[in-house]
């Protein structure tokens, strides 16, 4: 089983900073995940990335392998990035069934 | 653009009652998941589902759950005697295959009485 942990567990931001959000796994996996949560409770899914980095707009993710370590970086924050963000990791069998870190809630304030 | 969705989106339930939760992936995607998140705790993976049987299962999904795929569309989890610790949101989703991106639905909240 993999445990996943994230953090910080909470992160209050003015608008405008670069936040950073990280995440470490014990085991080897097959892909690392990013997810926002709303407040309504609804998941998005951000990004699935087995190496280096990937970047969508404000957000970047990026992972190391040797290291079993991904962060989540947004840059120049808005209120509206207001949420809570959860890595999850998969399964190296091949499953896809996913594992999550219990959450950063992110409060950015204008 | 194609999303999955939930229904109900609340149910309540007396503890020993029989609940379906239904979840309508997105049409082309063959693999399926249930989760589960207890309030103010992290999401769980309860089970995966691909060409019409279960993949991987969790501790958590004993024989008290269940899941179908009844037609081309639906795909059901089932809680045959519910219990108060089922109380949770319970989160569907869906991927083309093993290796993509997963599509969650907005979740059917259970509370359980």
């Known amino acids: 089983k993999n445990e996943v942990e994230q953090s910080p567990q909470n992160l209050t931001a003015q608008e405008g900073e670069f936040i950073t959000i990280n995440c470490s796994y014990s085991?080897?996996?097959?892909?690392l995940h990013w997810l926002q949560q709303h407040p309504g409770g609804g998941i998005v899914s951000l990004f699935m990335l087995s190496s280096g980095k990937k970047k969508h707009g404000r957000l970047i993710a990026t992972i190391n392998i040797q290291e079993k370590h991904s962060s989540l970086h947004i840059t120049a924050s808005h209120p509206r990035d207001s949420a809570v963000y959860i890595c999850?990791?998969?399964?190296?069998?091949?499953?896809?069934?996913?594992?999550f870190g219990t959450g950063t809630r992110l409060t950015v304030i204008p | 653009e194609p999303e999955v969705t939930q229904t109900p989106s609340h149910q309540v339930t007396q503890m020993g009652q029989e609940v379906i939760l239904r979840c309508v992936p997105i049409s082309n995607h063959l693999y399926f998941y249930w989760y589960r998140q207890i309030l103010g705790q992290k999401v769980e993976f309860l089970v995966s589902f691909y060409n019409n049987e279960i993949s991987e299962k969790s501790e958590i999904f004993d024989d008290q759950f269940s899941v179908e795929r009844p037609d081309g569309s639906n795909f059901t989890l089932k809680i045959r005697s519910t219990k108060l610790e089922d109380s949770a949101m319970y989160f569907c989703?869906?991927?083309?295959?093993?290796?993509?991106?997963?599509?969650f639905g907005p979740g059917t909240r259970l509370t359980v009485l």
């Open positions: 085991v080897g996996i097959s892909a």
């Open positions: 999850a990791a998969s399964d190296q069998t091949g499953a896809n069934n996913l594992f």
């Open positions: 989703a869906s991927s083309k295959t093993w290796a993509d991106t997963q599509y």
